[in-house]
Structure formats: C-alpha cells, structure tokens
Nanobody, 122 residues
C-alpha cells in the first residue's frame, strides 16, 4: 500500500531541462527524509539530491550542484527534481526514495520507487 511513483522521465537534448515528480502514498512522510538517486548502466546507484525530514535542509551531489533543485510540498506527498543544463552524463534511471528520521541522507532505504528513465542526447 505504501508506494512511491516516479514520473517525468524522457528524452531530452543536452543543455535542456526536465522535471521529475514522485508521488508518495500509503502513509505520512512528513517525518521522513526524501531524495533522488540514479543508476546508469555499469555503474553503482548514486546519490543525487535529498530533502531532510525537517523539510528545510537540502543536499546535493557535487556533480549536480547548481543545476538540479529538489523540492516538495509541505507533507512530502509530492517530491520534485528540477534538472537544468542536462548533460549526457546525467543519463540514468532515476529513483525516488524515503528514509525515516535518523537515516543518513545519502542512504535512504525505507521505501523505493521503480524508477523513471532519463536520457540526455548530445
């Protein structure tokens, strides 16, 4: 019943923008940290961005700082990732994840979505 559903992935040209969404349902996520992770073929899943359980603090991987912005509604029922100045290196399956209070923001693992594909062409 608890479910995270990503949407908004697709094909975009380098330099373009894309907005990913994550709809969370089945429980309250107000006390959970939430974030985005990605995995490209042949690579490990990596942290992209996170929003702390307070709903105020944000964290970003160095590779996306200044280009990506994470946000959510007050209850974190909807999580977003605004991606700008996209590069081919950003191509990956992007996953939405949530972690209860106390979980390190780079390792959120209580709930996961199934992912959405983002492909950036040259």
């Amino acid at each position: 019943q608890v479910q995270l559903r990503e949407s908004g992935g697709g094909l975009v040209q380098a330099g373009g923008s894309l907005r990913l969404s994550c709809a969370a349902s089945g429980r309250s996520f107000s006390s959970y940290a939430m974030g985005w992770f990605r995995q490209a073929p042949g690579k490990e899943r990596e942290f992209v961005a996170a929003l702390g359980w307070s709903g105020v603090n944000t964290y970003y991987a160095d590779s996306v700082k200044g280009r990506f912005t994470i946000s959510a509604d007050n209850a974190k029922n909807n999580l977003y990732l605004e991606m700008n100045s996209l590069k081919p290196e950003d191509t990956a399956v992007y996953y939405c994840a949530a972690g209860r209070r106390g979980t390190y923001y780079r390792d959120l693992n209580d709930y996961w979505g199934l992912g959405t594909q983002v492909t950036v062409s040259s």
